[in-house]
């Protein structure tokens, strides 16, 4: 038998048609059709149409018939297409075509395409991009399907070679469609340049398209999102956490809109990348810069000033500054209701510097700082309150992203972020009725991160994400009782370390039905107690066709640094402070569930959302005990631990394309808290909760010139729900209550809040200059202090001011102006 399968090779190498031929006759298109024939026959013959030698062995492929048809195949796709579903592999050695039989499970030769998608204007990696690998021969079947990760990045895997159709899709930029030819064992790396659209985007406001910072939903409360204060949820600015993002009064987005590239919103269905926080999730990713010129711009106005430069330092190197100084209190002389005019100051510098290694390896090293001061006087009686506020963040993050393979994605990142701020209180009065004091409160959280993150593109069903981060928190600081008008807080010097592995299973179950699995597990060690917690996420996309999808989702959160928003000027964004978690003070758990249904209308111009949900968080914190007769203690002794349950529904319609664009959105919630101690254990509505928010966005592109907008936030409160008025010293003595004053500190309702601007944007240029004009025309939100401040003579020093907000109505409106010239 050896000798006859000997002869038989020898035979093979020296007749039947297995000369070596020309290069153009082995590379070229074949069409031909073979229908129940034996295997041995279909090889004689591919060797005759493609000049191409194949040795094999008789037994290898002794009883096999086949039925193959192909259509301008090159060699490589029919002989694949020829042994799929037989036990015989091949592979190519030199010019010499091997085959041997197969010992595992039947799989063709494969192969991968990879790549990264910029966009080919600024050169920033797009995320999300739809990339689509169709069959060359009908333009219909999906072969494979993938999007891209927040870098850009992309694999295709197990490809049979053949001809195929890449197609990229993204919203604001032109399709690409490409033609690719995939061979044994060569993998593919095809990089994409996406064009623009004319598609024209202006400052995008998380009201507007949920994909950015303006803290357009109220001074007190920032970004809310499903009734959830700002201050729970997780803002990531490249990869570093920025614990207290908006300017004061708003009328400036967060971060200047030019230095950003993406930013992606997860409200349900959070990876368990993630985690740290009930609320939702704001990753931000900043500009890379171009390397082949400089560009940036220039504005100024009556609200603030920027200057925006991107571009190349080497070769391989770019780099790029954003610096803008913001002045609110301009107008305010001129605008302020009564009283002392307050001072504003804001002031945001960025910088990003990218470095291109050898290959796909990219090093960036990025940094943001932002500060921000508020100052007040006010007088009565002969007495004088001066108010003096500020705030600021700084982060600097130096990370490395690569491409192991064609089908692992690597990053790696160490992190420094820290927040601060101080609240200073001047009591001026008569020496002997009301003596002159000053009230002072500071508090700084610094973290030092390290993170490490995989991808591995397994196969074209399965994507396994994970990764590793550890925190080192560092918290200090000094809250007196004037500033909470609760109790005192003091941390000198707390440390702990908050270590955190997740894993996550992207997993496409069917074609257009697609689930993701995941977990994180996190320890958290502090100064006084350890805790651990396993959330795990789940989430479900099921495609029912190019325009209808329905998606489900189920999130777990263990929270073990808590946010301070209780009472005092705390209950006014943006003044907070974090404290972590201690034997008193337990870590928070939330659970989430939402089902949605998104409809596209109108060839895709239009699409419809809907989305129930609901959450119940455990160990939620609150304080409270009465004013009167009350000992000073820290806020570790009046912590309450209850329940919290948020529920409701959020209905959208946005349009994305043509000259009218916008979003509209509906958010109707129940939100209640329950605590043993308070409301006599009955459930009653939180003081930062929502019933109705109705958020509009509208863009009108008259013509290349002319643009106008328009944004209305529409918001109410839930009403009251307290019987009556709540204080922890109703446990002493019964014959001593009719002397206490009752103050119920945790059943006060902020007003709704209403929000109008109306915009007009006129284009046109100086030179080679384009040139953009802008009037904005703004209610009183941001422009008018909303604080109203109020002395009060008590015996309790906690008592003596007293600080609330004056609703925001939608008229009057006033004038602001902005020039911005693109170079």
Not at 192 to 211: H, K, Y
Not at 388 to 410: D, E, M, P, Q
Not at 463 to 490: C, K, P
Not at 723 to 728: M, S, V, W
């Amino acid at each position: 038998m050896k000798i006859r399968s000997i002869f038989c090779i020898s035979l093979l190498l020296v007749c039947g048609g297995v000369s070596e031929g020309s290069a153009q006759d082995r590379d070229r298109n074949v069409s031909f059709q073979f229908k129940e024939i034996s295997l041995r026959a279909a090889l004689d013959s591919l060797m005759r149409l493609y000049s191409r030698p194949i040795m094999y062995f008789d037994k290898d492929i002794k009883g096999a018939d086949v039925s193959i048809t192909c259509t301008d195949c090159i060699f490589e796709e029919a002989l694949s297409k020829l042994l799929s579903g037989t036990r015989v592999g091949w592979k190519e050695i030199g010019n010499q075509v091997i085959l041997y039989e197969r010992k595992d499970e039947i799989q063709p030769t494969s192969s991968t395409i990879s790549g990264t998608v910029r966009d080919s204007l600024t050169g920033d990696p797009i995320i999300g991009v739809n990339v689509m690998l169709y069959d060359s021969a009908d333009q219909v079947t999906v072969v494979r399907w993938c999007p891209t990760n927040q870098f850009g990045f992309f694999s295709l895997r197990n490809v049979v070679p053949g001809k195929y159709t890449l197609v990229v899709r993204a919203v604001a930029f032109r399709p690409v469609v490409s033609s690719i030819t995939v061979r044994t064992d060569v993998l593919v790396e095809h990089n994409i340049r996406m064009e623009q659209n004319e598609i024209s985007l202006q400052e995008v406001t998380v009201e507007a398209q949920r994909t950015a910072l303006s803290a357009a939903e109220g001074l007190s409360r920032g970004i809310f999102i499903r009734s959830t204060p700002s201050d729970q949820n997780q803002y990531l600015l490249d990869g570093a956490r920025v614990y207290n993002p908006s300017h004061y009064g708003g009328v400036l987005s967060t971060f200047n809109g030019d230095a950003l590239n993406e930013v992606h919103v997860k409200i349900g269905g959070v990876p368990p990348y993630y985690g740290g926080r009930i609320g939702s999730i704001l990753d931000i990713s900043l500009r890379e810069g171009m390397l082949e010129r400089f560009s940036g711009s220039v504005g100024t106005g009556s609200l603030s000033s920027q200057l925006t430069l991107v571009g190349p330092l080497t070769s391989t190197t770019s780099i790029m500054v954003s610096g803008r100084r913001g002045y609110p209190d301009v107008l305010l002389p001129h605008l302020q209701r009564d009283g002392t005019p307050s001072t504003q100051i804001s002031s945001e510098l960025i910088g990003k510097l990218t470095h291109r290694l050898s290959g796909s390896d990219v090093l960036s090293l990025t940094g943001y700082f932002n500060g921000d001061s508020y100052s007040n006087e006010v007088n009565g009686d002969g007495k004088r309150l001066t108010n003096h506020l500020s705030w600021g963040n700084a982060t600097a993050s130096l990370r490395w992203i690569g491409v192991a393979s064609s089908s692992l994605f690597l990053q790696a990142c160490a992190v420094y972020t820290r927040y601060d701020f101080t609240a200073d209180h001047n009591l001026i009065g008569d020496a002997l009725l009301w003596p002159s004091a000053n009230f002072s409160s500071n508090y700084g959280i610094e973290d030092a991160i390290i993170r490490a993150h995989a991808e591995h593109y397994y196969d074209q069903a399965h994507t396994a994400r994970g990764g590793v981060e550890l925190i080192h928190h560092r918290m200090s600081g000094e809250i007196g009782e004037f500033s909470s008008q609760i109790a005192d807080l003091s941390l000198r010097g707390f440390s702990s370390w908050e270590l955190s592995v997740y894993l996550q299973d992207q997993w496409r179950v069917l074609p257009g039905v697609s689930a993701e699995l995941g977990a994180r597990a996190t320890n958290f060690i502090g100064n006084e107690g350890t805790f651990s917690g396993v959330d795990p996420r789940f989430s479900l996309l099921v495609s029912v066709d190019e325009n209808l999808r329905l998606y489900l989702a189920l999130t777990s959160i263990n929270q073990f640094v808590h946010p301070y928003r209780n009472s005092g000027l705390f209950i006014f964004y943006p003044t907070i402070f974090w404290y972590p978690s201690t034997e008193k003070m337990r870590p928070s758990t939330s659970l989430q569930l939402s089902i949605g249904i998104e409809k596209n209308l109108g060839e895709g111009d239009y699409t419809m959302s809907a989305e129930p949900y609901y959450r119940i968080t455990r160990n939620l914190h609150e304080f409270g005990f009465d004013t009167k007769d009350a000992q000073t203690r820290n806020l570790s002794d009046v912590i309450l631990l209850g329940t919290g349950k948020v529920y409701g529904a959020e209905l959208s319609l946005r349009k994305r394309t043509g000259k009218l664009s916008g979003w509209l959105t509906y958010n109707l919630s129940w939100a209640t808290h329950r605590f043993a101690e308070l409301n006599e254990g009955k459930p009653y509505a939180p003081r930062l909760s929502r019933r109705h928010e109705v958020q509009m966005t509208l863009w009108y592109a008259l013509d290349a010139t002319w643009m106008f907008g328009a944004l209305c936030v529409l918001a109410s409160n839930q009403s009251p729900s307290f019987t009556r008025k709540i204080a922890r010293s109703e446990r002493a003595d019964p014959q001593t209550l009719g002397s206490i004053e009752f103050v119920d500190l945790n059943g006060g309702r902020l007003p709704g809040f209403q929000r109008l601007e109306l915009r007009v944007h006129y284009r046109f240029s100086l030179g080679n200059y384009p040139l953009q004009l802008s009037l904005r025309l703004l209610n009183g939100y941001g422009l008018l202090d909303p604080y109203v401040w109020e002395l009060r003579e008590d015996q309790d020093v906690r008592l003596r001011w007293k600080a609330t907000l004056d609703e925001p109505r939608l008229f009057p409106i006033y004038p602001t102006l902005g020039l911005v010239v693109k170079f």
